[in-house]
């Protein structure tokens, strides 16, 4: 049986690669519980310094698992054990790198936006479109969205659905990096960052990830969750199995 985490390590930096190719890696809660789970332990491993996050087979993350949001209520959403596993993805102290190619939509967007920098391959798609089934991002990604790009930009990805190429997500700032080659960029640059002062990086980033208390993450999380209720998430999410448009109502 395939693992839905590959980890490998090397001199001074770990690499994790999300593997649920038959789901093109989608993020359901097994797969975020055991990365939520090894970046913790890997925050207080002193050989590794910083992480590269990537997918296989081509694909970062298309999203969260449409079958586990399928049925969820808005009770259920509001003890979803995910929000603690977020919580420590974005908690972990040290370099984190996102190598996208492919695909990064919804929660797999939502996840590259929690690592500190995205190196982006030709091929890379990102987008936030849960408005394309009756639902807002759930994990924070539409604020951090705001926070790079800009109100225009990502009320525009937002509200329409729009997904965007690598070119444009780097000259919106959304990405640090593009390169025909993201992995091995990332990597190359979490070898550089493995030699250099650890506390002062983790210092770094620590008083860079606490801009985000101004962030409302907390009123996009109730968003989300009221909406898991009504019927236009039950026919978004219908229309998008069933392959057809969907036909929203507003209640």
């Not at 049925?71 to 603690?84: L, Q």
Request: overall charge neutral.
């Amino acid at each position: 049986m395939a693992m839905d985490l590959i980890i490998d390590t090397f001199t001074g930096y770990t690499r994790l690669t999300l593997n649920r190719q038959a789901a093109r890696n989608a993020l359901n809660t097994a797969l975020l519980r055991q990365l939520a789970g090894v970046l913790t332990q890997l925050a207080t491993d002193p050989t590794c310094r910083a992480v590269v996050l990537t997918g296989g087979n081509g694909t970062f993350a298309a999203g969260a698992d449409i079958a586990e949001i399928a049925t969820k209520t808005s009770a259920e959403g509001a003890v979803d054990p995910r929000k603690a596993h977020w919580a420590a993805i974005r908690a972990f102290p040290k370099p984190l790198i996102a190598a996208v190619e492919g695909f990064a939509l919804g929660g797999g967007f939502e996840l590259a936006l929690m690592a500190d920098m995205i190196v982006l391959g030709p091929t890379a798609k990102l987008g936030l479109p849960e408005t394309n089934l009756g639902l807002i991002p759930g994990a924070g990604g539409g604020q951090r969205l705001l926070a790079l790009a800009g109100r225009a930009r990502a009320t525009r990805m937002i509200l329409t659905g729009e997904v965007i190429d690598a070119e444009t997500a780097l000259s919106w700032g959304i990405a640090a990096y593009a390169s025909d080659s993201p992995l091995v960029e990332a990597e190359a640059l979490a070898s550089r960052l493995a030699q250099r002062a650890p506390l002062a990086l983790m210092a770094a980033k620590q008083a860079l990830i606490a801009s985000e208390a101004s962030l409302a993450l907390q009123s996009e999380r109730a968003g989300f969750e009221a909406l898991l209720d009504s019927q236009d998430k039950t026919e978004g999410i219908r229309a998008f199995q069933e392959k057809r448009k969907p036909e929203f109502t507003g209640k």
